[in-house]
């Protein structure tokens, strides 16, 4: 079966660094998609990784290694507005969406 | 990026009406769309595809006399939950991909239907 797997919960601090995780199986691959979204909201674009390595944008990063079936989100200088989930999503072999449930991501001041 | 346009963002029904929900893309052309419901704390779950002109494929589960889809143009897609129950009450988000795109897509606004 196909799987995606990310923390159900994480706390950071303002101002610090944090990684989020995701693991997947899938069958198949066409990319990694990292969304975020805020409590009531629809989710927005973040990043999307196809080949091996980091991408960075702005205080975002996303890394991918398709061997080790691994991506993590990295988000730096944290701000009380990136509370939200994250959402980890990998595109199969017949480019369907294949969701994990979602990081919720506390920023304490 | 490309923007998708889904409407109401908030509706309340009374339980056995209808209710439909609209889901445009406003500077592309969609061929495919995605039909999404979230519940509370939860991750999106996908409840049909459907792509232009032709009908809908549900996701196993999913009743498709009840949720009613129409794609009938390369920039509309509705949804129309029938015969509403209150635990029908959910987050519903719309998804729609870019016709020369294959690898993203965009999101809706989403709806949030209370069924009393």
Redesign the interface.
Known sequence: GQNIDQPTEMTATEGAIVQINCTYQTSGF??L?WYQQHA??????LS?N?LDGLEEKGRFSSFLSRSKGYSYLLLKELQMKDSASY?CAV?DSN???I????T?LIIKP | ?AVVS?HPSRVICKSGTSVKIECRSLDFQATTM?WYRQFP??????MA?SNEGSKATYEQGVEKDKFLINHASLTLSTLTVTSAHPEDSS?Y?CSARDHGV?????????T?LTVV
């Open positions: 066409n990319g998609f009531g909201e629809a989710p927005t674009f999307y196809v959402l595109m480019y369907q969406l969701w994990g449930a979602g919720k | 990026g889904q995605f704390k939860q991750s999106l779950m996908l595809t987050f988000i294959v690898t993203e897509a965009f999101f809706g606004q989403g949030r």
